[in-house]
């Protein structure tokens, strides 16, 4: 069932009463309501003498059901009596739209409820959903501001904008949760997505990408209103930064909870450093350690373990602290070395 507005319609009719109306006499020059269609919702106007209604009604097979009424002679539905009626399609003034003093179009809607109002542009009478489309300018000299708004409490709602490729098999969507959104009163799994206030941007069907089409970095920001650096960057070379911490392409960042950051360039089964002064408990180097790689810590090592052929460790060495545990092959570590002096219990 459409809403559908033709020109020139009018019909006579002479039903009494507030009902349906049958629709029985045409009139020279005019349309009759079959211009409207069986099942479709048209504006109506209804006139005899003083008395006049305007209205939303359904047409059907010669009948025009009186379903709203906008407006009226006594402000209600008439209760018309004997006579000749005038009965046609207009364009009530409550629900015109139109540019008003200032050439604005405005679509007014009712404060406070669910369904405020919808704007479809193009052919898309199949969707009813509705929202709110509005253009601002009191405070900014050029400012476009599209709000979508859910108004519902329940906690699996939330508000989005969705892009589709036309056969639904994929689409790009932007919103956010409300703010008692639950995962799993939504059925949905435990991350990011569904926190409760999280805007989103998500893809479904095809990957998610981000980037730039020119020569241009794309920064990630955490705490805006306060940080001066960058959670991450992706630089134009390809290289990606860290709270300011730079690497090239190809490294990744090492840290621990003592020290700065640093950047390490990775091969397979190899360790190159590493250092810091607290314990390390449970290491294991596994393969053919290449780079003639170090091991250098300022606390204790527990459970130490090496596996397969690490000759190419040239040295370990502690500031301080004991390595409780012997490696499983003595023959990987050509040099041990203590700065406290503690003797390798390594079978040396």
């Known amino acids: ?7 020139r319609v009018r019909q006579t009719s002479t039903t009494t009463g507030s009902g349906t109306f ?25 006139t005899i003498d003083s008395q006049w209604e305007v209205g939303i009604g359904t047409y059907s097979a010669g009948t025009l059901t009186r379903d709203t009424v906008i407006s009226s002679s006594t402000g209600s539905k008439i209760i018309f009596g004997a006579g000749t009626k005038d009965v046609f399609v207009s364009y009530p003034a409550k629900k015109s739209v139109n540019q008003d003093a200032n050439n604005r179009v405005l679509i007014p809607y009712t404060s406070g409820v669910t369904n405020v109002g919808s704007l479809n542009v193009g ?25 979508l708004q859910n108004t519902s409490s329940a906690n699996t709602s939330y508000a989005s904008y969705a892009v589709n490729d036309g056969g639904h098999t994929a689409y790009a969507e932007l919103g956010i949760n409300n703010s008692n959104y639950s995962y799993s009163a939504a059925g949905y799994p435990n991350n990011g997505f569904s926190t409760p206030l999280a805007s989103f941007v998500e893809s479904y069907g095809g990957p998610l990408v981000l980037g730039s089409w020119d020569n241009q970095k794309i920064s990630f920001i955490t705490y805006g209103a306060v ?19 730079v690497g ?18 990775p091969s397979s089964g190899s360790v190159t450093s590493v250092s ?3 314990t390390v408990s449970g290491l294991t180097l596994t393969g053919t350690v290449t780079n003639s790689g170090s ?4 606390g204790a090592i527990t459970g130490f373990a090496t596996s397969g052929a690490n000759t190419d460790i040239i040295s370990v060495a502690l500031t301080t602290g004991t390595i409780s545990t012997a490696p499983s092959a003595v023959t990987d570590i050509v040099n041990k070395t203590y700065a406290d002096g503690l003797a390798a219990k390594w079978g040396a």
């Open 248 to 265: 090239t392409a190809g490294q990744v960042l090492q840290s621990n909870a003592t020290s700065a950051p640093s950047w390490v360039t």
């Open 295 to 298: 091991l250098t810590l300022g």
């Open 1 to 7: 069932m459409s809403l559908v507005l033709a020109d």
């Open 123 to 147: 052919d898309a009478t199949s969707h009813t959903d509705s929202g709110v489309i509005a253009g601002f300018t009191a405070s900014e000299p050029l400012y476009l501001y599209t709000s």
């Open 276 to 278: 810091g002064t607290g």
């Open 22 to 46: 049958t629709l029985d006499g045409s009139v020279t020059g005019f349309q009759s309501f079959a211009a409207i269609g069986n099942g479709n919702t048209t504006y109506y106007t209804i």
């Open 227 to 245: 940080n001066t650096t960058d959670a991450m960057t992706i630089n134009t070379n390809g290289s990606v930064a860290f709270n300011g911490q």
